[in-house]
């Protein structure tokens, strides 16, 4: 398994975006105006 490190200027909701179809949120924060989160797939074991 892996797992996916995204940093954006806003929250992410990965059921807005196709690509992130599949990973859950597993860990997230905000860093100034920085927004990071932590994603793994729904499926990892």
Do not use: C, T
């Not at 996916?4 to 975006?17: F, I, K, Q, T």
């Amino acid at each position: 398994g892996g797992a996916l490190y995204v940093e954006s200027g806003a929250e992410l909701d990965p059921a807005a975006h196709e690509a992130l179809a599949g990973w859950q949120v597993v860990k997230r924060g905000k860093a100034g105006a920085v927004h990071y989160h932590l994603l793994r797939r729904e499926n990892d074991e």
